[in-house]
């Protein structure tokens, strides 16, 4: 039988980022306004399959997934507010890709855009067997003007049919939900839905496939379902595996659930061992079991003592328990990566939280400055004249108290933070020599970049989950160019030029916001408010600067990379070729779609930006005024006209490159007579 699953999940604003969660599913970087920082996590081995549906009546910007996250964001208020609701449910592997993305986005429109619902839908296909689907939804519907309903009510309390009143003779009111979205029947009519959609295509593909929501008891089998592990409990049970392998021993479940699966296992193999028809097949599996079971035994010994045999000291010993801790179990490369990912995002907090003592102690300074030039004008930094000393002080004792916790958080996490690259190191060893044992023929392969080790990384942790030695590696066979150093560095260099810029658009309209809030708190005038607002505009102008000396950095880095690749074209024309679309060339190499000819490479660089133009007015709304068109058509023609005198100034210097070495290579006499006529 065919598997079935679905689960549903909240997404709550205590403890969860919907933004981050979107950033994630999605494989894309998006910038979280509350969090003030861009949410990334890299580059997925398979993109993610992302898209957006939404009821008609919806507005237009919820179909860009960052503005859509930011959005609820705001309009959820409270600390502990349901953001979204998320959706996961198991694709059929035996249908094509389109025809996954064909089913689940039936499912999704039927079910809950239908229903008011906008669905954020990313489909994974990380792993061959895996296909997945992430279904992103909001929670709170939309009114028939595109503008936020609300998701609860308040009612009259009724019993037997009859209002309840208060003892001051007003009725007791109750709060109720506006949709049903939280009721147990429909989730179960969203179970049932699924399985019903998969039936379907099945049915009409010609499959011989079936699939139920219903329990193991409801469908008439004598299987007794396991409980589902927590991640935390996940990882605990898969450290003692893995320890029972190493030590030879039988593995022993830790966790309280753990034994209950182990148990209920036991019980179903025997209830499947009583079954005729159902005893053969696991007969056929068993075989199978102990022929990997052996295997792997023999292999993971092997593994196992190519990490034993690589020395290490107690200091070494002690920062890996250290990051075992935190991650929970056995650590490989990609697990100390991760870790160090997850202390990188530790680490942007405790820059931004820096960056804001740096505005507070420029404020506290400019409000000095000006209490000694002109006392009245304190005003501006919301202190009061003749209180200035005193508030003065008391803010500097707190603004000290802050930096205090700051630099001890820093400590701690500096200590941490070596530590976990040391960690990083030692697995980048462990992964190289248990990649070399597993697969000797591809040990000539260099290791001159994180991105080759970390995939050498990947099929050791292959091996250890399959026990399978592949014949062929797909990339290392399919070509080194991915991993080639010039490769990643320029791929680093275009993905920092696109969230730098990301980022200062987001930076310019981050200040302008706390500008505003300054002028609006000033107006009403609260001193409190007026410090704070005070704070943030300078933080906001500290991140604007910091940026920008970010850009001119990249900038100089994006005409180095053009010089290089472009040896034959003048430096001053290169140098006049404006940086976004240095950036947009460069990008042609990273793709491989580059002819080396700077004049060819600007004309496809133009044909890809009026391609991309066009598409967003095929996108736009018809009922879009005349303005709007002709500003965007304005854009397109001043980047083309832009692009027309680049190519033009371009093949003049490759013309006249190209009579130079002409003249360069006749023969003597005849550029002796060439010189005579």
Do not use: C
Request: hydrophobic share 30%; aromatic share 8%; proline share 3%.
């Amino acid at each position: 039988m065919s598997l079935f699953y679905m689960t549903v999940r909240n997404i709550n604003k205590s403890t969860q980022s919907a933004v981050a969660s979107a950033s994630y599913r999605s494989g894309t970087a998006l910038y979280s306004e509350r969090d003030e920082e861009t949410k990334s996590y890299g580059t997925r081995t398979v993109q993610p399959d992302s898209f957006i549906l939404a009821p008609e009546h919806a507005p237009e910007w919820v179909n860009n997934r960052e503005q859509l996250w930011n959005e609820v964001e705001k309009v959820e208020k409270n600390w502990n507010s349901r953001l979204a609701r998320e959706v996961l449910v198991a694709l059929p592997v035996e249908l094509t890709n389109d025809q996954q993305k064909q089913l689940v986005t039936e499912y999704a429109k039927e079910n809950f855009v239908d229903e008011g619902m906008v669905a954020d839908i990313s489909i994974h296909r990380d792993r061959n067997e895996n296909p997945h689907a992430h279904i992103m939804l909001t929670v709170r519907p939309f009114n028939e003007d595109g503008t936020w309903g609300n998701k609860r009510k308040k009612v009259p309390k009724m019993v037997n049919g009859e209002v309840v009143l208060k003892e001051n003779g007003n009725p007791e009111m109750v709060s109720i939900h506006l949709t049903n979205w939280n009721d147990k029947e429909t989730l179960q009519n969203w179970r049932k839905n699924l399985a019903e959609k998969i039936n379907e295509f099945y049915q009409e593909l010609g499959f011989n496939e079936r699939v139920s929501h219903e329990s193991y008891e409801k469908q008439g089998l004598d299987i007794i379902p396991k409980q589902r592990l927590t991640r935390e409990e996940y990882a605990v049970e898969e450290k003692a595996k893995k320890e029972a392998i190493e030590n030879g021993t039988e593995y022993v479940a830790k966790t309280y659930y753990g034994k209950v699966n182990q148990e209920i296992e036991q019980v179903n193999q025997e209830i499947k061992a009583i079954k005729n028809q159902i005893e053969r097949e696991q007969n056929k599996v068993v075989s199978l079991s102990d022929y990997r079971e052996a295997r792997e035994d023999s292999l993971l010994d092997k593994l196992n003592k190519v990490r034993k045999d690589i020395p290490l000291s107690s200091e070494d010993w002690k920062s890996i328990k250290i990051v075992a801790n935190r991650v929970g179990g056995f650590i490989d490369y990609k697990s100390a990566k991760d870790n160090v990912v997850k202390l990188d995002n530790w680490n942007k907090n405790l820059n931004r939280q820096m960056l804001l003592l740096e505005a507070e102690k420029n404020t506290l300074l400019k409000a000095k400055d000006m209490y000694l030039k002109e006392p009245s004008k304190t005003l501006l930094y919301g202190f009061i004249p003749s209180q200035f000393k005193e508030q003065y002080q008391e803010k500097v004792d707190n603004y000290k108290e802050k930096k205090a916790k700051l630099d001890n958080s820093i400590e701690v996490f500096n200590e941490l933070y070596e530590r976990s690259k040391r960690v990083v190191d030692i697995q980048k060893e462990f992964a190289i020599e248990e990649f070399n044992y597993l697969y000797p023929n591809y040990s000539h392969i260099p290791n001159d970049s994180d991105e080759i080790i970390e995939q050498k990384g990947k099929y050791v942790q292959e091996f250890r989950e399959s026990a399978i030695v592949n014949k062929n590696l797909p990339m290392f066979d399919s070509g080194m160019n991915k991993f080639d150093s010039k490769h990643i560095k320029l791929n680093s260099l275009i993905k920092n030029w696109k969230e730098t810029n990301h980022s200062l658009v987001i930076a310019e309209r981050t200040k302008n916001k706390y500008k505003k809030e300054y002028n609006e708190n000033y107006k009403k005038y609260n001193g409190k408010d007026i410090y704070v607002s005070s704070v943030k505009y300078e933080g906001a102008k500290i991140t604007l600067s910091n940026l920008e000396k970010e850009k001119e950095a990249l900038q100089g880095k994006l005409l180095e990379e053009m010089i290089t690749r472009y040896p034959n074209t003048k430096q001053e024309l290169i140098e006049s070729i404006p940086s976004k679309i240095q950036s947009q060339v460069l990008e042609l190499h990273l793709n491989g779609e580059q002819s080396g000819i700077l004049s060819k490479d600007l004309e496809k660089v133009k044909t890809n930006n009026l391609n991309q133009y066009k598409n967003k007015d095929v996108d736009k709304d018809k009922n879009k005024n005349d303005f709007v068109q002709n500003e965007s058509s304005n854009v397109s023609n001043d980047i083309g006209s832009l692009l027309d005198s680049l190519i033009k100034a371009t093949k003049e210097n490759e013309t006249e490159d190209e009579k130079h070495k002409k003249k360069k290579n006749k023969p003597r006499k005849l550029r002796d007579l060439d010189n005579e006529l």
